[in-house]
């Protein structure tokens, strides 16, 4: 894959996701904006914006679950032109029977999860689901036809509405001090996600055809599609699901605290989404075509173009800067700082963990299921030793420990099945010495 025929791909997947990192900042106004609201109330403020992540938290959770097992054959099966009005079909049919069951068992046992796990609060949770999950539906479906089809610019428009909108109306909140509760900032992300569905639908509005003809089966769609959806209803426990342990061991306002580090962490995440949003179609199309040899260097090049400057910003966010952007935007959360410095580790493992997409193309979703897993069993006993030990500062060592663990098996699994030497990693290293050797050439 030629990086240069795809490079108007590339430009628009790149600013789609910078979209994400500038609204991870617009959150530390609201943040910011409680804290006001509440007259400087600490306690108050992390608790409203705590009990806000885990509302978004779990309807992310749950989407990412119907989106493994009902959206994902989208892009996997959608190649054959023929079949797509039946996958279509099939896809909304299997995501909203998991939407609508996963609303009504959170909210049947919405007083069960309160008491037994110790989560003040969580029947509010639990009644704000269903609107949510509703609200992401057509996004989430139109937004993996756009993937299928490669339609980078259309989703950079959808997603641009969406950041915009709930940005004006964050601006307007605050000059009008009216973000002070848990409704005023669940309404903002309500709006938002409602005016991006509304988009999505609107410019998919001609792919979207459903039809129950075609050689597509239930059983065949749900074989690989039941596996990846537990897969990845593991593979993001320890990175979603991490915000109810501390709700368990330690209130619901720390909470409050340690998402702000999660969404500046989250500049790393969107940066490795962007390289899937690519990876992923490009290794179904290579795999399925039999072409061995353009998947090892599309793998190699994903691997080692992404791994330097990884640790490069690693390094240079240890070292202060973290501290310094966190002491800038959110003065009033130093706390913020200790979990930053710990997530940011995690990040060194990301570039193995896209072997995951390239294991999801080539159809083997059940190993993906066995490495979750395994995975998630080092991240929870990692998370419940530091509950039990009391400490907070290091409950980020969950999502690191899943991290590099899930990293290890995908890149062991990738190895051995496309035959990958280890030297091949250091191909950027290789590249940038041969352009660095042929300008110093050029100068003679």
């Known amino acids: ?24 900042f617009v959150q530390f106004m609201q943040i910011n904006a409680l804290h006001s609201g509440n007259m400087g109330d600490h306690d108050l403020a992390t608790t409203t914006y705590g009990m806000f992540t885990l509302i978004v938290t779990l309807n992310t959770w749950v989407t990412m679950i119907a989106d493994g097992s009902a959206l994902a054959g989208i892009i ?6 023929e079949d797509r009005k039946r996958v279509n079909m099939l896809a909304v049919m299997i995501y909203g029977a998991i939407v609508a069951f996963a609303g009504l068992l959170f909210y049947g046992l919405a007083g069960v999860i309160e008491h037994s796990l110790h989560i003040d609060g969580f029947p509010v949770v639990a009644a704000w689901l269903p609107i949510y999950l509703i609200l992401t539906m057509p996004r989430m479906i139109c937004l993996k036809i756009l993937l299928r089809d490669m339609g980078m610019r259309q989703i950079f428009i959808a997603d641009a509405v969406w950041f915009g909108v709930r940005t004006l109306m964050t601006v307007m909140a605050m000059n ?24 999505m639908l609107i410019l998919t509005w001609r792919q979207l055809e459903f039809s129950w003809s075609g050689s597509m089966s239930l059983g065949k769609y749900l074989k690989y599609g039941v596996p990846l959806s537990l897969a990845g209803a593991l593979s993001t426990a320890p990175r979603m699901l991490d915000v109810y342990v501390i709700a368990m061991f330690f209130g619901v306002g720390v909470v409050g605290i340690y998402n702000p580090a999660k969404n500046l962490y989250r500049i790393f995440e969107q940066a490795y989404d962007a390289v899937v949003t690519l990876l992923y179609p490009a290794a179904v199309r290579m795999f399925s075509q039999n072409r061995m040899s353009d998947l090892q260097i599309l793998i190699t090049k994903a691997i080692s173009f992404t791994l330097l400057p990884t640790l490069v910003a690693v390094v240079v966010l240890e070292l202060g800067l973290g501290e310094f952007l966190i002491d800038m935007l959110l003065p009033q959360y130093h706390e913020v700082v200790g979990h930053f410095n710990v997530l940011t580790i995690a990040a060194l493992a990301m570039p193995f963990g896209l072997m995951a997409g ?16 395994v995975s998630v069993v080092a991240s929870m006993a990692v998370l419940f030793i530091v509950g039990y030990s009391g400490n907070p500062d290091w409950i980020g060592l969950g999502l690191v420990t899943f991290t590099v663990v899930s990293g290890a098996l995908y890149m062991n699994h990738v190895r051995k099945e496309i035959h990958i030497p280890l030297k091949a990693l250091t191909r950027a290293l290789d590249d940038v010495r041969v352009s660095l050797s042929g300008r110093m050439k050029g100068k003679q």
């Open 1 to 24: 894959m030629k990086l240069s025929e795809h490079l108007g791909k590339i430009t628009w997947s790149l600013a789609d996701k910078l979209l994400y990192v500038g609204y991870g």
């Open 176 to 199: 009008a001090n009216s973000l002070v509760r848990l409704e005023d900032i669940l309404m903002i992300d309500l709006v938002g996600m409602g005016a991006c569905s509304l988009v």
């Open 358 to 373: 390239v294991i999801q193309a080539m159809g083997r979703s059940t190993p993906l299921l066995v490495y979750s897993a």
């Open 76 to 81: 996997q099966f959608g190649v054959h032109k």
